[in-house]
């Protein structure tokens, strides 16, 4: 049985009555009363009937609406009892009910699995309704970030702490703002970021708030422990000769002064002790002065640079070295006329470094080449990569070379990438570096 059957039988139905009709007409036009009557008992049954099954269909049709209103998809329709039209909807309604029941619940479990990963982030966030203040959604990290307890409405932080309530709640963050609330009688720095969104007629705003204080911290600790790390081995590297040699100088001297007639020291080998301590010493000062030299980037004096003209200024600084060493250099601006907002004299340094890196590293190449390219992104972003054919960094080094002081060449400092990627940072940039042992390294200044 499916709807065209029940359309058919309807129409019947009605063509039956309407043919009714037009014999009670004629029969009353023939003033014939006998029938009449008959036909009128045949049309009142035929009448009766067609109401009650059409009314059947309509009560079933609106117990099935009425559930829907009020979303009750639980209902179940018997599809073993009534007419077959009847049984028909019946199976429809339950099968419309079997779907909804089973996209709800495939619903349930993505917002359960939502929850769960939003809830395991130690990022708090939190969504409220802009006019009522009604909490939507917010999770535990949320909470623990403000140290408040889990509340409906954001009408409670008002009245608890209007300073924070101010900070969080009504002031607009649209871009990631680094700013310090107090909690629990401290301050600690947070990252927040909000935005608007609108659900049919109302307006919320979700908020996401991260405490950075430990992260920072937790980087913090990590690089000092590097840090130190390098430095202690530096200068126990220095300090170790020294007092060693000092104390058999020291040894040998006081042997002579107390029997100087059965021990007498070499001038010559006093001379040459002393000289190794003030070279060592030298060498001490020196890693002092190029620890100092990591902070003096401090300031920047911006200005309008065209890369054009920076390519020349490093070309014309670089191209004897390199003419001397038999190395060619290409500068190309893959996207021309780029123009930059640097501190030139700090990126001319960061370029230089990283040349005479790549210098260093192809200069037993048969075939020695450095290419230095500048091009702008899809994203607007500048990029200008320096290129060498040269004999790679090794894996086990490369997540390294930006640690002050960490270096694997036998005469180097170790602080000419630590100052490239601090001058990197200090035009809220970045410098990135992709290498291949045997074929070569490429570093990336991202602007």
Not at 165 to 187: A, D, R
Not at 273 to 298: E, H, P, Q, W
Not at 360 to 375: F, L, M, S, Y
Not at 376 to 397: A, C, H, L, M
Request: charged share 25%.
């Amino acid at each position: 049985m499916n709807y065209k059957n029940y359309i058919f039988r309807l129409l019947f139905r009605v063509l039956i009555l309407v043919s009714l009709l037009l014999i009670l007409a004629y029969f009353i036009y023939k003033k014939n009363t006998t029938p009449i009557a008959v036909v009128c008992c045949i049309i009142l049954y035929f009448g009766y009937t067609t109401y009650t099954f059409i009314k059947r269909r309509f009560v079933v049709m609106d117990d099935f609406f009425e559930a829907v209103k009020y979303r009750d998809f639980s209902r179940w329709f018997p599809e073993d009892r009534g007419p077959k039209d009847i049984r028909f909807l019946y199976k429809g309604f339950n099968e419309v009910n079997r779907t909804i029941k089973e996209i709800n619940s495939k619903n349930e479990a993505q917002y359960v699995y939502l929850q769960k990963i939003l809830e395991m982030v130690d990022i708090g966030i939190i969504a409220y309704n802009l006019e009522t203040g009604d909490v939507l959604w917010s999770n535990d990290s949320f909470m623990e970030t403000l140290d408040f307890p889990a509340f409906k409405n954001i009408r409670f932080v008002e009245s608890r702490k209007p300073d924070l309530y101010n900070t969080v709640f009504e002031t607009y963050h649209k871009e990631p703002n680094s700013i310090s609330i107090s909690v629990q009688n401290e301050k600690i720095k947070v990252l927040i970021s909000d935005t608007v969104f609108q659900v049919k007629e109302d307006a919320f705003k979700l908020i996401v708030l991260q405490n950075i204080d430990d992260t920072l911290n937790k980087n913090e600790s990590e690089a000092w422990k590097k840090l130190l790390s390098v430095m202690t081995h530096e200068i126990m590297n220095s300090i170790a000769p020294i007092s060693s040699l000092a104390d058999t100088l020291q040894t040998h001297l006081q042997l002579t002064l107390d029997k100087p007639k059965e021990n007498k020291i070499e001038l010559e080998d006093l001379n040459a002790g002393i000289k190794t301590i003030k070279s060592r010493s030298d060498g001490l000062l020196k890693f002092a002065k190029t620890y100092r030299s990591l902070n003096k980037v401090t300031r920047l004096n911006l200005e309008k640079k065209k890369v054009s003209e920076l390519f020349d200024t490093i070309r014309l600084l670089m191209q004897p070295s390199l003419d001397v060493k038999d190395i060619v250099i290409e500068f190309k601006e893959i996207t021309p006329k780029l123009e930059l907002d640097i501190d030139g004299h700090l990126i001319e340094q960061v370029l230089i470094n990283l040349i005479l890196n790549a210098i260093d590293a192809c200069k037993t190449n048969e075939n020695p080449k450095i290419r230095v390219t500048a091009e702008q992104t899809s994203n607007r972003n500048t990029i200008i990569k320096v290129f060498d054919n040269g004999s790679g960094i090794p894996d086990e080094i490369l997540e390294n070379i930006f640690i002050p002081f960490f270096t694997s060449k036998d005469t180097g400092s170790g602080i000419g990438l630590s100052l490239c990627k601090q001058i990197m940072l200090q035009h809220k940039g970045k410098i990135l570096v992709n290498s291949r042992e045997g074929e070569g390294t490429v570093f990336s200044l991202v602007f």
